[in-house]
């Protein structure tokens, strides 16, 4: 099992501030779905969540899940959040990652610095775009970047799902330059808001 291995970079993916900036929805007009983008996802994460990280072992293929609850704070400026996560990896193992994001309206881009204690802070870039809008509590959001996953280059990309109190963020991977049948699941962060 691994499941520190891939703590920092999922983080960093799967707890992204949203954004959605570019998207279509049946219930919106595009216009529509604009203008409430960057108010909706971004700030109804704010508050205290609880739940686990699962990820994919890949040495037995198996669904492993540890806890975790996160506290998101929102910056007066609007557009940077604060993260802070607390995974329970075992009896003494209490593993603290701090991200810190900053939504790029123009760009349709969120940048994010994560920290942990024994590791180089890890700087990550994604495109975001909203899916699917209903209302501040019920959305999706994909987001896409290019790193490496296993230790070699990769496509990544995380849907994340608001359904009110619950937050549901998915990782998917392929190998650089392979088809839509290359995505394959490598870990998900399910959440439930405790409150502000």
């Known amino acids: 099992m691994r499941p520190l291995a891939v703590l920092a970079c999922s983080l960093a ?23 409430e983008s960057a108010a909706g996802p971004l700030r109804s994460l704010v508050g205290r969540w609880s739940g686990a ?23 007066a400026d609007g557009v940077t959040q604060i993260r802070t996560s607390l995974f329970d990896d075992g009896p003494d193992k209490p ?6 994001s900053l939504l790029d309206e123009a760009a349709g ?31 999706t959001l994909v987001y896409e970047s290019a790193a490496e996953d296993d230790d070699q280059p990769a496509d990544i990309r995380v849907t994340e799902t608001r359904d009110g109190d619950s937050l549901m963020s998915v990782k998917d991977v392929r190998p ?21």
């Open 13 to 35: 993916l799967a707890m992204a501030p949203s954004t959605g900036l570019a998207a279509t929805n049946d219930g919106l007009s595009a216009q529509g779905l604009a203008a």
């Open 53 to 75: 990280l699962g990820y994919r072992d890949y040495q037995s293929d198996r669904l492993f899940e540890i806890p975790v609850t996160t506290t998101i704070v929102q910056v």
């Open 95 to 100: 593993v603290w990652i701090t991200t810190t």
């Open 109 to 139: 881009t969120v940048t994010s610095a994560s920290y942990r204690s024994g590791r180089s802070v890890e700087l990550t870039t994604e495109t975001v775009r909203l899916v699917t809008w209903t209302d501040p509590t019920h959305w």
């Open 176 to 196: 650089v330059g392979a088809d839509d049948s290359a995505w394959r699941f490598r870990n998900q962060t399910r959440l439930t808001r405790l409150g502000d």
